[in-house]
């Protein structure tokens, strides 16, 4: 059996790795997303993402993008020298509702999970409301991203990961 700690480090680029192919299904194949998650109306890049060369034994590369308008070339720049997603910030809207959140590639971890706004509490009988529709709300989210990344392994483990995912990523971080 594999000790955790172990375990932790050999498998830690697939967190990387789904983040990456995220970030490339966003630009170019929204619509795959919806086949995910079918109350969907938009899931962007937000206002930052980190990009990690792990690869480099001497000093790994790290390039941080930030802002709410953000040029991502340099980030694909950073993809053709080797590096992936280590963390990114996402803005997931479904209805009217919106969530913004961090997401670490290591560890599937989220942060600075905000929800969209709640009724209000005007009684004590509506904080339990409130907190139940706080619930789902934060659900709703680790939700979607469960079901991406059980989207992802299984394409990740199949022959079109090679075949065809593989290859289209590449075009899409090379130059025209």
Aim: charged fraction near 30%.
């Amino acid at each position: 059996m594999l000790d955790i700690a172990v375990a932790y480090r050999r498998y830690q680029f697939i967190g990387d790795e789904f983040l990456t192919w995220l970030w490339y299904v966003i630009e170019n194949d929204p619509r795959r997303l919806n086949k995910i998650d079918t109350e969907l109306a938009s899931l962007e890049i937000g206002s930052r993402m980190v990009l990690a060369n792990r690869h480099q034994k001497d000093s790994g590369e790290t390039v941080t993008i930030k802002g709410e308008e953000a040029n991502m070339d340099e980030g694909l720049v950073a993809l053709r020298k080797g590096a992936m997603v280590a963390e990114v910030n996402l803005v997931y809207r479904s209805g009217d509702n919106e969530w913004r959140f961090n997401l670490k590639g290591e560890s599937l971890n989220f942060s600075s999970l905000k929800v969209p706004e709640t009724g209000k509490v005007e009684t004590q009988e509506d904080i339990e409301g409130a907190i139940i529709e706080k619930v789902f709300l934060c659900e709703k989210v680790i939700n979607l991203i469960n079901n991406l990344f059980h989207y992802f392994i299984k394409l990740r483990v199949s022959n079109d990961w090679s075949a065809k995912t593989v290859p289209a990523m590449r075009k899409w971080i090379t130059p025209s």
